[in-house]
């Protein structure tokens, strides 16, 4: 869902997949920046987060407010 947000903001460029020190392996191999078009979906297949995947995204504006 958040995802699907910031593809359809003309103001956002990227996304960055931010990932807690402490994930699963699989998550932190995720971690990055991405065209917005192409960021990985998530929860990631293979994540071993006991209580779910704790990864979220952030958007990487183009401009900021004035």
Known sequence: MALKKFQNNP???DVRVVVPASACPVCRSFEGTYNKEEAPKI???GCSEPDG???FYEPMLLELYP
Do not use: N, S
């Open 11 to 13: 103001r956002v460029r």
């Open 43 to 45: 929860p990631f297949d």
């Open 53 to 55: 995947c704790r990864a």
